[in-house]
Each structure stands twice: as C-alpha cells, then as structure tokens.
C-alpha cells in the first residue's frame, strides 16, 4: 500500500530532500538505469544469436565476443538507419494521408529502418563476415515484426 499524503501536504522536492534521501534516490535510480540497459542489451544479444544461429552458413563470427559487438552496435545502428529513414517518413506525413494509409507507411518505415540497422550491424561489426548480408537482415526485419505483433498482443490482453 502507498502512503498518500494529506490535500494540504505539498510532495517533497529535490531542495527538501536530506543528503542521505537525495544519494539513496541517485543511487536507486542510477541502478535502475543500469538494470534497464542490461535487459536491453540482453534482447538484443538474443535476437543476435537467433539470427545468427538461422544463418550460420552465410555468416561467419571470429569469436563469440564477436555476438557482443553485435549487439552492443545495434543501438548505434539503429540510429544511423533512422537517419536515412527520417525524412523518408517526414515527407510521406506531410501528405496528410488517411489514418489507414498513415499506419500503413509508418510500419513500412519502421520496416525500413529495422532493414537498415541489421545491414549496418553486419558491416561495421569487427569479426562478423556475412556472404549475403540481406538475408540475416531481412530475418531481422520479421524477427522484429514478431516481437511487435507479440508485444502488441500482450498489451490488448492486459486492457
């Protein structure tokens, strides 16, 4: 049960809290940011491994440190594909299309920049050779599209 304060009470501030409150809070938050960025990090290096162990004939790792980089650079790469897909996005929204047409170019965006990202992992990671580097992309890409329909499903569930 939460302990909710009286209407006259004001919530505590930063400036009110004592030194030892204000380290206790940093600190919990600071944990939680590291314990949320490990859980990012550990999807990622799922859905790594899934594609990776789909295709291992068409990609070669050096070392398993190798899955690491891997999933260490998605974020980074899902950055610079979203450079490239940004305006792509931009320009279909400015034609005020119908709602149906708007979620339609959204998921394809979201698509294209999924695509883009894996292509990027598979190029700039050090020890990950790829012969057909579209192939672990496009899996990716469903992989991704998997995990949204699922999420998505989950949430309709909980409502």
Known sequence: MS???PPNEEEPTWNSLSTKAKILAATGITCLSFGVAALVLLFLLLMVLIVTAAFS???ELDGVSTLLW????CLPCGLL?????TPVRLLLRLNQPTQRTKQAVEALTSCLTTFLAALF?????PG???THPWLP???ATLLGIA????MSRVESRKT
Do not use: M, P
């Open 3 to 5: 302990k909710q304060h």
């Open 57 to 59: 004939d068409v990609i």
């Open 70 to 73: 891997a999933a260490l650079l």
């Open 81 to 85: 594909a979203g450079v490239f897909t």
């Open 121 to 125: 992992v598979l190029e700039f990671t």
């Open 128 to 130: 990950l050779h790829a």
């Open 137 to 139: 992309s496009a899996a």
């Open 147 to 150: 995990a949204n329909l699922v």
